[in-house]
């Protein structure tokens, strides 16, 4: 009778065992080892990151393994250390340097050709492109007297005409505000409260709406990156750039190697390949962005300040406080 | 449950039938689903693999197409001279671009480009300007190669390049070979089953092709978590079947929809539940009827001799059969035939002997009151100085009071000094015309016999055998014979007459009326003791009788044991 039962039991456990197989083949021998893959968290969009990834994962045969998402958000997230992150790629370079402490560093090869001026001074981060700030204005509403540089973003002639993202949301748009503070003359403080008057309570949600209000004609003239503005000019928009007379900064955005992580090799490897004088060739042509090595003759042409990185982070947040009221004030 | 199983013969041979029923239909149910799917997965397989072995043939033959077309056109005195010279008007080139790819267009669309990366000629359509980077994507791989170079084309496709070199290896421009998706098509359409498809992958898993144009890049997305997270790319719904295309080093997958996706599994474990539930129902009933139909004789034997426990010896079982269990019912039959008939014979000496002793009760009122009055007459005997009255009255008394004392055995010695008691009475009654002597040795004296059984036989002595005599003799005497003690009453009279002595030796036994003592005693033994026992008699006339009584030899300390 046992014997029974426990023969019963046996065809049992052999149908389930039947059961439990599949046709599927082995996998694993396909799958790359520990010293083929990278893990990237990047805040660019796909038309940045996926020709880069491709090229990269060609020419090493790295499986790149990506993870998208804000800069911030990313930057928290590498910053609570639970992560499988190697590389942070996006995100400014005073974004990148305040979270320095979670990054390792790295001086790359191609160092030497980097201008001075967008070296990261501990190595933390390494720069990958450079983002003029400017201005833009609707070429079919506007054909006298075009706006020449931020002094026109002062001028109540355009009051409530002007395309501007929260600059406490978007970290462009921070930039671009502190690049205006910077490069007018005259009190700050004054300048700031004079150009939130200006903006007459009109206030986008997001940097990338600018080029759009502007084309559109809800606005005239708008203030945002030279990268938005050149994909919008490509797409067709009636519109066009004015680099300000003032001078305007040109800040580098970045990647970083995640402290501690477990493909450090092949994150320093695509911050070689990013660095790399073909890479560096392409920006221009192929994304509208500047190249960090300096010798772009684009950004030769354009007047640039000499932005306070120092200052623009440590002012952050009285200055985003003070924006606060005097925008609810010019809302008013 | 065991003790259900060993409490009766009919729940062995249910478990027992159940089990060996239950078990190989099981079996076969579980078996014939695992065949079933097993061979099912396995005609799958081979074919993924056969379709597999296909594509990858296809593949390799397409690449060798291109390696040659390339290698032709790369050194082609044409296409150097033509690049070397620069524009993008040479209708030489033109003509053996056209006759080069001849085979290869219907699936392919073969591009030259100049050093700088500037397209100068196509097999195409309309040639638009285009420019390539040379320092990334084709035109690097193939620069850094001496051969072929594969890469995944921007669009989904597949893009194989070559550099045109000068004799000392100085790069003059490139050859693109772009498969797009529709040469693709074209090239492995018909290769691989209709509901399957095709994935092929460069080296870390990005699309150069997918069959299935919906929701490609989310596959091959998910394929590819999948593959780094260490997952198992199948799901429920579909089987993965993997190569390595060695050439290119890209990977071919094989898509093939699972037969059993987990719909039809539940569908297939329903029915082999349904299939089992039935197959134990029909055991049930298989082992219901059969254990009932085997245990049945069983059953009915067992009760039949409960009720024969219970004192019911009337059962009968009625069989037609005529094995083991036909034999045992007979059996069984005939036992509780024979336990019945005994039952009976006893039943019926127990009334006999409460009749005799009903009677014997009923005529014990009656010697009560004889012999009250015979001890009045003794003693009127006595005052009135008529010693023989009182003489008779005392032996009659004894006798009486023998007869109406309650015990039923007495020994020897008692039963003669009665008989000694009623021929002194007898001898009165005669005037002393007949002697008697009594023979029996000291040995037998303590044996038992029934009381008064010697009486009726004396009696029969003195009143049929020497009554008319004037010297009359009768004879007491014991012997054993064997086990049996035999007693004799002798007389010299007239004899038994041949007809009662006729009726004497007769099974029945029946004696006219005055014989009637014989017929008692003999009775009396027969009860107490068994047939074997009784009285026999030998006789003549006019030459005197001899009656002898059988009795087993009991002692009075054997019926004390």
Redesign the interface.
């Known amino acids: ?1 046992k014997k ?1 039962i426990a ?2 039991f046996a ?2 456990g ?2 389930a065992a ?2 439990a ?5 082995e ?2 021998a ?3 080892g520990e010293g083929r ?1 990278l893990v990237i968290y990047t805040s660019h969009k796909q038309e940045v990151y996926q ?1 880069l990834i ?2 990269f ?3 090493t ?5 990506l993870k998208t998402g804000g800069s911030t958000e990313l930057l928290e997230i590498i910053a609570q250390g639970d992560t499988d992150c190697d590389l942070m790629l996006g995100g400014g370079a005073d974004s990148l340097s305040a979270y320095s402490f979670c990054f390792s560093p790295y001086h790359s090869i191609y160092e030497e050709n980097i201008a001075p001026e967008y070296r990261s001074s501990d190595g933390s981060y390494s720069p990958f492109s450079a983002l003029p700030v400017v201005l833009i204005y609707n070429t079919k509403l506007v054909r006298m007297n075009p706006p020449t540089g931020f002094a026109s973003l002062l001028d109540p002639a355009w009051r409530g005409k002007i395309a501007f993202a929260d600059p406490a949301v978007s970290g462009s748009s921070y930039t671009g505000l502190c690049t205006l503070l910077q490069a007018l003359p005259g009190d700050r403080n004054e300048n700031l409260r004079c150009f939130a008057a200006n903006l007459g309570g009109r206030l986008l949600p997001s940097s990338g709406d600018v080029v759009g209000a502007v084309a559109e004609g809800s606005c005239y003239i708008g203030l945002t990156l030279e990268e938005t503005a050149l994909k919008g000019m490509d797409a067709g928009y009636d519109i066009a750039i004015v680099y300000p007379e003032e001078g305007t900064s040109a800040l580098a955005d970045g990647a970083a190697v995640v402290a501690g992580c477990a493909h450090e090799g092949n994150a320093r490897l695509f911050i070689d390949f990013m660095l790399s ?3 560096q ?2 920006l221009p ?2 994304f509208y962005r500047h190249s960090v090595y300096g010798g772009d003759d684009g950004l030769k042409n354009i007047e640039l300040i000499d932005y306070e990185l120092d200052w623009a982070s440590s002012q952050q947040s009285t200055l985003l406080e003070t924006w606060g009221e005097l925008f609810e004030g010019a809302q008013g | 449950m065991r003790d259900w199983i060993k409490s009766s013969f009919r729940n062995r041979i249910f ?1 027992t039938v159940l ?1 060996v029923t239950l ?1 190989p239909m ?2 076969c149910d ?1 078996l014939v ?2 065949i079933a ?2 061979s099912s ?1 396995s005609l ?2 081979q074919q ?1 693999g056969e379709e597999l072995e296909e594509l990858e043939r296809r593949l390799d033959a397409l690449i060798e197409q291109v390696d040659e077309v390339t290698a032709d056109l790369a050194g082609s005195t044409v296409v150097r001279s033509a690049l070397r010279r620069g524009g993008s008007d040479s209708k030489l080139l033109y003509q053996v671009l056209y006759q080069k790819t001849e085979a290869l267009r219907s699936c392919a669309v073969v591009e030259v480009y100049d050093a700088e990366g500037e397209r100068c000629y196509t097999s195409g359509g309309s040639l638009e300007e285009l420019s390539l ?1 040379t ?3 084709p035109l ?2 193939a620069g850094e190669s001496t051969g072929l170079s594969f ?2 084309d ?1 669009e989904p496709g597949l893009v194989m390049s070559r550099a045109v070199r000068t004799y000392d290896e100085e790069i003059l421009g490139y050859i693109l070979v772009h498969i797009p998706r529709s040469g693709f098509d074209t090239l492995l359409g018909d290769g691989f089953g209709a509901a399957n498809d095709v994935f092929l992958l ?5 699309q150069v092709y997918c069959s299935d144009s919906i929701h490609t890049q989310e596959k091959v997305d998910s394929l590819r ?4 997270s ?1 997952e ?3 799901d429920g719904y579909y ?4 190569r ?1 295309h060695q050439a290119s080093g890209f ?1 071919l997958i094989l898509q ?1 929809p ?1 037969v059993y996706t987990p719909a039809v ?1 539940t569908s297939v474990y329903f029915a082999c539940l349904m299939m089992g539930l039935l197959c134990l129902i029909l055991s049930l009933v298989c082992a219901w009827l059969l254990s009932k139909y085997l245990s049945k004789p069983v059953n009915q034997l067992d009760e039949a001799m409960g009720r024969v426990e219970k004192g019911d010896y009337d059962v009968e079982l009625i069989s037609d059969r005529s094995d083991e269990m036909g034999r045992l019912n007979a059996s069984f039959n005939r036992m509780t035939r024979e336990y019945r008939q005994n039952l009976e014979r006893s039943v019926q000496h127990e009334r006999e002997l409460n009749e005799t002793e009903l009677s014997m009760l009923q005529a014990q009122l009656n010697p009560h009151f004889l012999y009250n009055t015979l001890d009045s007459m003794k003693w009127l005997g006595v005052t009135n100085h008529v010693p023989q009255v009182a003489a008779m009255a005392t032996s009659l008394a004894a006798l009486l009071r023998a007869g109406i004392s309650g015990e039923k055995f007495i020994t020897l010695e008692q039963e003669l000094e009665l008989v000694e008691k009623y021929l002194d009475i007898q001898s009165m009654r005669f005037e002393d015309r007949f002697t008697w002597e009594t023979d029996v040795d000291e040995k037998y004296q303590h044996c038992l016999v029934p009381k008064l059984i010697l009486q009726p036989l004396v009696e029969n002595a003195v009143i049929h055998g020497i009554a008319n005599m004037e010297d009359g003799y009768i004879k007491l005497s014991a012997s054993t014979r064997g086990e049996t003690l035999v007693l004799a009453v002798e007389d010299n009279g007239q004899g038994i007459p041949p007809e009662i002595l006729r009726r004497l030796k007769s099974p029945e036994r029946e004696m006219p009326a005055g014989h009637l003592g014989l017929r008692n005693v003999d009775r009396i033994v027969r009860l107490y003791y068994g047939e074997e026992y009784g009285i026999s008699a030998i006789s003549s006339p006019g030459m005197g009788s001899r009656v002898e009584l059988r009795l087993p030899e009991v002692r009075k300390e054997d019926e004390n044991a």
């Open positions: 009778m029974m023969v019963a065809l049992l052999i149908f039947g059961c197989r599949t046709g599927d083949m996998s694993s396909f799958a790359p893959r020709p491709r090229e994962e060609q020419r045969g790295i499986w790149v393994e004088p073909e890479v060739q392409l042509e192929e | 478990v089990l078990l099981l079996l579980v689903m695992l799917i097993g997965e799958l397989y993924a980077p320092g990334l994507g690097r791989s890469q995944a921007t460069d080296g870390t898993w990005r978590r999948a593959l780094l260490g198992s790319l199948g089987s993965f079947y993997l390595r990977t093939q699972k599994m």
